[in-house]
C-alpha cells in the first residue's frame, strides 16, 4: 500500500514557475512507476509527466515538453514536477499516482496507476 501526498501548488502568473512535490510512504517507493496527472474544471483528467522507477527515463505530454521536468529523489521518498513558464491552460488540479507495474517503464495511461494522491490545485493567471 503506498500513500501520496501532494505540496507546491499555488496561484501564479502567466510565465512563472512553481515546483510540485509529491511525498510517498512506504518502503517500495523505488518500486513504482510515478506519473503526474491533471484535471481542470469541467475537463477529463490528463496525463502530464511519468517517470520510470529508477529515474532513468521520462515521458511527457506534448503540451508541458520543454516547460515542465518530472524528477524523482528514491531516498528520499519522493517526486516532483518542475513547472516553468506556466500558461493560464496549465490551470487545473494536479495529482501524482504511483504504478504497481514490476518494470522499469514509463507509465502513461491512468489506467496504469494503482495509488493517486488527493491532488493539488495549480492556477495560472493572465
Known amino acids: 500500500q503506498v500513500q501520496l501526498v501532494e505540496s507546491g501548488g499555488g496561484l501564479v502568473q502567466a510565465g512563472g514557475s512553481l515546483r510540485l512535490s509529491c511525498a510517498a510512504s512506504?518502503?517500495?517507493?523505488?518500486?513504482?512507476?510515478m506519473g503526474w496527472f491533471r484535471q481542470a474544471p469541467g475537463k477529463e483528467r490528463e496525463f502530464v509527466a511519468a517517470i520510470s522507477r529508477s529515474g532513468a527515463s521520462t515521458f511527457y505530454v506534448d503540451s508541458v515538453k520543454g516547460r515542465f521536468t518530472v524528477s524523482r529523489d528514491n531516498a528520499k521518498n519522493t517526486v516532483s514536477l518542475q513547472m516553468n513558464s506556466l500558461k493560464p491552460e496549465d490551470t487545473a488540479v494536479y495529482y501524482c499516482a504511483a504504478s504497481s507495474i514490476i518494470s522499469d517503464v514509463v507509465v502513461t495511461t491512468d489506467t496504469g496507476y494503482n495509488y493517486w494522491g488527493q491532488g493539488t490545485q495549480v492556477t495560472v493567471s493572465s
Open positions: 512506504g518502503r517500495a517507493f523505488r518500486s513504482y512507476p
